[in-house]
T-cell receptor, first 112, second 115 residues
Framework: KNEVEQSPQNLTAQEGEFITINCSYSVGISALHWLQQHPGGGIVSLFMLSSGKKKHGRLIATINIQEKHSSLHITASHPRDSAVYICAVAPYSGGGADGLTFGKGTHLIIQP | EAGVAQSPRYKIIEKRQSVAFWCNPISGHATLYWYQQILGQGPKLLIQFQNNGVVDDSQLPKDRFSAERLKGVDSTLKIQPAKLEDSAVYLC?????????????FGQGTRLTVV
């Protein structure tokens, strides 16, 4: 069973700061997902990674398969980025079972 | 494109009653997942479907939970009889080719309260 650890659990920053959220996992995976959940809102997919780096607007996600580690970066943070950011991994599975194992999430608050 | 639809959004029942949740995934998505999210915890997979077949139900409490995905499209999750510890948000998600290859799309969830 994969163990997914996120850090930090809570992060408060000022508007404009560069934000980094880290995720590590214990067993090899087929893909890693970064998800966002606003208070009272649904879960939205930000990225799906199996290698390298992806960028979407002010968000950047990287993954190091050898080190079993991924980071999510937010540049020029804004109060609307305040949310819970969740790292989740999909296992290798020859039989097709690829349900995500979730980290506990990082509660991010960006103050104006 | 339309997202993953779930209903109802909220449900309050007494323990030992039965309840059913419905999910309509994004059109064409082969895989469908039901997750249980207890307050303060990350979602836990209950069951995964590939088209209309079950791929993984190892964490589904089969003595009280059941699920089906008729014709490989929409799905229902049922709890009978409900226990207090079943109070949670039940999330449905779908993916085009599976979460090892394509991104996940989540519904808004059904918040179940068992009293």
């Amino acid at each position: 069973k994969n163990e997914v650890e996120q850090s930090p659990q809570n992060l408060t920053a000022q508007e404009g700061e560069f934000i980094t959220i880290n995720c590590s996992y214990s067993v090899g995976i087929s893909a890693l997902h970064w998800l966002q959940q606003h208070p009272g809102g649904g879960i939205v997919s930000l990225f799906m990674l199996s290698s390298g780096k992806k960028k979407h607007g002010r968000l950047i996600a990287t993954i190091n398969i050898q080190e079993k580690h991924s980071s999510l970066h937010i540049t020029a943070s804004h109060p609307r980025d305040s949310a819970v950011y969740i790292c989740a991994v999909a296992p290798y599975s020859g039989g097709g079972a690829d349900g995500l194992t979730f980290g506990k999430g990082t509660h991010l608050i960006i103050q104006p | 494109e339309a997202g993953v639809a779930q209903s109802p959004r909220y449900k309050i029942i007494e323990k030992r009653q039965s309840v059913a949740f419905w999910c309509n995934p994004i059109s064409g998505h082969a895989t469908l997942y039901w997750y249980q999210q207890i307050l303060g915890q990350g979602p836990k997979l209950l069951i995964q479907f590939q088209n209309n077949g079950v791929v993984d139900d190892s964490q589904l409490p089969k003595d009280r939970f059941s699920a089906e995905r008729l014709k490989g499209v929409d799905s229902t999750l049922k709890i009978q009889p409900a226990k207090l510890e079943d109070s949670a948000v039940y999330l449905c998600a779908s993916s085009l080719y599976g979460l090892g290859a394509t991104e996940a799309f989540f519904g808004q969830g059904t918040r179940l309260t068992v009293v």
